[in-house]
């Protein structure tokens, strides 16, 4: 059974920093395409960053140059650097095994002064 747990959402100012994490278990982690997704106010669920197996990462254009996707095979965790956070950033963000049609409960992100 795939189970996602994503942890490290917090209230922060304009311009400041996070690291989520997100715990992964019940998949090859080594071997899966990961993903970061986030779903603000009153929006639909979007696309943020991926990275595939063999290194290969790929960033929406919104975060592109802010965000940063990585991986750390051994703990079966993705993490997602988020620096300069912008209050449109404000967002709940999950974690998703792009061979699995399997969601966490996410993990809330506020930007806000």
């Known amino acids: 059974q795939v189970q996602l747990v994503e942890s490290g959402g917090d209230l922060v100012p304009p311009g400041g920093s996070l690291k989520l994490s997100c715990a992964a278990a019940?998949?090859?982690?080594?071997?899966?395409?990961m993903s970061w997704y986030r779903q603000g106010p009153g929006k639909e669920r979007e696309w943020v960053a991926t990275?595939?197996?063999?290194?290969?990462?790929s960033y929406a254009d919104s975060v592109k140059g802010r965000f940063t996707i990585s991986r750390d095979n051994l703990k079966n965790t993705l993490y997602l650097q988020m620096n300069n956070l912008l209050p449109e950033d404000t967002a709940r963000y999950y974690c998703?095994?792009?061979?699995?049609?399997?969601w966490g409960q996410g993990t809330q992100v506020t930007v806000s002064s």
């Open positions: 998703k095994a792009q061979s699995y049609n399997s």
């Open positions: 019940g998949f090859t982690f080594t071997f899966a395409h």
């Open positions: 990275f595939a197996p063999f290194g290969t990462l």
